[in-house]
């Protein structure tokens, strides 16, 4: 039973342009949400992250979007660079549980 | 600061043989975390660790796998017999208790099972 979803295995997107990838959950349980990046041959490193008492976070290029009426997050990409070529994943997790449900990743492809 | 360190980066094995992992946290986090990446699929958590107790091992397969954290520092992850369906990456992680930011992640282990 899945309960995080990424339903876009990957992503190709010009330098310059905005990337979004986009993220679904199941559990109405689930208040806290995390983006990963990952490279190859490398673990995930903490990208953003969002309460769900908002409905939107931002560090640099990157903001977070929570919808949850649609159980549905976005990570927004502005501008997209080449070194942003990877693998995301999104997370959830009930924040007292500490405990964190991953998606199945998207990979992004940033052309120059 | 030191990452989380584990050993080894590779693994292959016969199925039905044994094997184990070695994750070092970073220093002073209390929360460990083992995680099974299959291809294709995301991290799926296998055991959670508070110190030395384990929090959650709810999908940890108990009948092969086993985890320990002596000391409530390292920590070491099992797999007897193993079966061509444990290939993946296993990924250990660690943070202060409910750090807001998750897991720190070592770069994982790549086991084959052949």
């Known amino acids: 039973d899945q309960q995080v979803k990424q339903n876009s295995p990957s992503l190709s997107v010009q330098e310059g342009r905005i990337s979004i990838l986009n993220c679904d959950y199941t559990?109405?349980?689930?208040?806290?949400f995390l983006w990963y990046k990952k490279y190859p041959a490398e673990g995930p490193t903490f990208l953003i992250s969002?309460?769900?008492?908002?409905d939107k976070n931002e560090d640099g290029r990157f903001t977070v979007f929570l919808n949850k009426s649609a159980k549905h997050l976005s990570l927004h990409i502005v501008p997209s660079q080449p070194g942003d070529s990877a693998v995301y994943f999104c997370a959830a997790s009930a924040y007292n549980f500490n405990k964190f449900y991953f998606g199945s990743g998207t990979k992004l492809n940033v052309k120059p | 600061e030191a990452g989380v360190a584990q050993s080894p980066r590779y693994k292959i094995i016969e199925k039905r043989q044994s094997v184990a992992f070695w994750c070092n946290p970073i220093?002073?986090?209390?929360?460990l975390y083992w995680y099974q990446q299959i291809l294709g699929q995301g991290p799926k958590l296998l055991i959670q660790f508070q110190n030395n107790g384990v929090v959650d091992d709810s999908q940890l397969p108990k009948d092969r796998f086993s985890a320990e954290r002596l000391k409530g520092v390292d920590s070491t992850l099992k797999i007897q017999p193993a079966k061509l369906e444990d290939s993946a990456v296993y990924l250990c992680?660690?943070?202060?208790?409910?750090?807001?930011?998750?897991?720190?992640f070592g770069q994982g282990t790549r086991l084959t099972v052949v």
């Open positions: 969002i309460s769900s008492i908002k």
């Open positions: 992680a660690s943070s202060f208790p409910g750090q807001g930011a998750g897991g720190f």
């Open positions: 220093s002073g986090h209390a929360t």
């Open positions: 559990n109405s349980m689930f208040d806290y």
